[in-house]
């Protein structure tokens, strides 16, 4: 028996909410997959940093004195969009420059103030040249490049949500499926590790665990999806237990297939569905605790950025006029968060046959 989803997808595409979210979570997406191939930054980790022009507003731009002083480093087109390229300059925010005679004087950039700056001056076997940086959202409080940091988070978010629901699924499915088709004392075991881990707040279990792992990229991964599996595997549980009766079950085991075989191939693919649903709205989760934890100062490390520390390393700007620092930030995770809910309401609602 094999479950039918041409007309589950056809209604889903009937839903213009659902087939918005699915537009924005395909355009976070792509951003998070481009990654630097198209941030302003192509820094690694997009930090580089000017404390010249430290919290300026969105649409600042600047001239930037880019001396050529260190190797260049050939670094292939994939290899660039994973990971960055550093950069082979030193790059110095200026007010103006001039020639004069065999030397080109420089004023480098030290605030609103014309005039304040430093002279510089630079000859002629000097590799250099003045190029103009445009921040379409303005700096942050180090002078990195918002817009990028902000493109950059978005691989975090995802790569999280990703990981996390992957590792949720291996558990999450393998338990509730045993626990569910075979009953017994199996049942009883696996039932009784669920209820443990559910009546542990999500939140401190997570940090647990993060604890426990260290802080870092990879540990949030690990953290996240051994605290999501316990919602996939009582809903695999209950639909195995129900599915199990069915014909086609009964037939498979009078044939002779074995109980892996029955699970896999005639069980499990009648419950994607549902999994799917669950999947959706526990990506969001997985999302949101990222960002909590990385705010908390136990998620994500600098220099990597994250939507979560973003907002933590500009919250106090909320009462100034820089607000938008970790409003952005804040939108962001609000957009993407909403989306996934909405795809999962959409898939929830495109299976209801009845309705």
Request: positive net charge; hydrophobic residues 50%; glycine residues 8%.
């Amino acid at each position: 028996m094999k479950p039918k989803w041409n007309s589950t997808l056809y209604r889903f595409s009937k839903n213009p909410i659902s087939v918005a979210s699915v537009v924005v979570i395909v355009i976070f997406s792509l951003i998070a997959i481009a990654g630097y191939a198209i941030t302003p930054d192509k820094t690694p980790y997009a930090n580089e940093q000017h404390l010249e022009i430290a919290v300026k507003k969105p649409g600042f731009s600047v001239l930037m004195l880019k001396i050529y002083d260190k190797p260049q480093q050939k670094v292939g087109f994939f290899k660039n969009m994973l990971f960055g390229t550093a950069s082979n300059s030193t790059n110095i925010p200026i007010y103006r420059y001039h020639k004069q005679g065999q030397q080109t004087i420089v004023e480098t950039y030290t605030g609103d103030n014309p005039n304040d700056g430093q002279i510089i001056t630079l000859n002629n076997n000097t590799k250099y040249e003045v190029v103009s940086n445009f921040y379409p959202l303005g700096t942050d409080r180090y002078g990195r490049c918002l817009l990028s940091q902000l493109m950059i988070g978005t691989r975090v978010s995802l790569s999280v949500g990703f990981i996390a629901i992957l590792i949720a699924i291996i558990i999450g499915v393998s338990l509730g499926s045993i626990a569910g088709y075979f009953g017994g004392w199996i049942d009883n075991m696996i039932m009784w590790v669920i209820n443990v881990v559910w009546s542990i707040p999500t939140i401190l279990l997570v940090i647990a665990i993060t604890f426990a792992l260290g802080k870092g990229f990879w540990q949030v991964f690990v953290a996240v999806g051994l605290t999501m599996w316990v919602d996939i595997a009582r809903m695999v549980r209950g639909q195995v237990m129900s599915l199990k009766e069915q014909e086609f079950v009964q037939a498979g085991k009078a044939l002779g297939f074995s109980n892996t075989r029955i699970i896999v191939k005639h069980i499990l693919p009648n419950v994607v569905g549902s999994v799917t649903v669950i999947i959706a709205s526990n990506f969001a989760t997985a999302i949101l605790q990222e960002a909590g934890l990385s705010f908390l100062g136990i998620g994500v490390q600098p220099p990597m950025p994250s939507w979560g520390t973003m907002i933590k390393e500009n919250y106090g700007y909320i009462i100034l006029d820089a607000a938008y620092m970790a409003i952005i930030p804040g939108v962001a995770i609000m957009l993407l968060v909403l989306a996934f809910f909405m795809l999962g309401s959409g898939l929830r609602q495109a299976m209801e046959v009845k309705q």
